[in-house]
């Protein structure tokens, strides 16, 4: 007698994981939108344009959707940082990524909001690096390792929102957060890091501003 091809079963995980990718995009589409408190999974169904009976099938509850857009996001977030970049480069990049993500800012406010923690996962690496700049010697005798992520992260969710509501379109957000990103290396390089240690950071706020934008 011969054998079932797999072909269908397989067909139908790819199926499943698509619609399931669908939704969760939705999910951050509309989370960047009006936050995490605003979604539904009927109206996430919506958005992705599938059956609600289907989008029930993957996420029966807002938290569990919210839970999985959370763990997506910080998946993301840990292998940005995780990047071999030179060290004015990942400021940039990591500026423009938040600022492209407003959907992380509002999460994060959510959290906070909710008096959740932030989770631990997403935390750690984050701090290992700062322990690292330090027993380098990169930083200021005295800096805070603990205190200084969270400076950097508070920093993180409040401009790329500020951003969107005090510019018009999205080229001057994306002008205005590369200054931004300027200003910010010229705090660091001042005050918390050994000017030695970053060159790179150093010939970067040396430079004049773009054409067209402030100092």
């Given at each position: ?67 999985a857009v959370t763990d997506e996001l910080i998946g993301e977030v840990a292998a940005l940082l995780a990047q071999a970049r030179p060290a004015a480069d990942r400021l940039d990049h ?122």
């Open positions: 007698m011969p054998t079932a091809s797999p072909a269908p079963a397989r067909l139908r995980r790819s199926d499943f994981h698509r619609t399931r990718q669908k939704i969760l995009s939705a999910a951050r589409t509309l989370m960047a939108e009006r936050g995490p408190e605003s979604l539904t999974v009927s109206a996430v169904a919506h958005a992705a344009e599938i059956n609600r009976t289907t989008a029930y099938q993957h996420f029966r509850t807002r938290d569990e959707l919210v839970r990591i500026a423009a990524y938040f600022l492209d993500h407003p959907e992380i800012a509002r999460l994060a406010l959510y959290l906070l909001l909710g008096d959740s923690p932030f989770p631990r996962v997403a935390w750690e690496p984050y701090l290992a690096e700062m322990r690292r700049y330090d027993a380098s010697g990169a930083l200021q005798p005295g800096v805070d390792t603990e205190m200084l992520p969270q400076v950097l992260m508070a920093v993180a969710v409040l401009w790329p929102l500020y951003a969107r509501v005090e510019y018009e379109d999205d080229a001057a957000a994306r002008a205005a957060t590369e200054r931004f990103a300027r200003e910010l290396k010229r705090l660091l390089l001042y005050g918390l890091l050994r000017p030695e240690a970053f060159p790179d950071i150093v010939a970067d706020v040396g430079r004049p501003p773009v054409k067209g934008t402030r100092a």
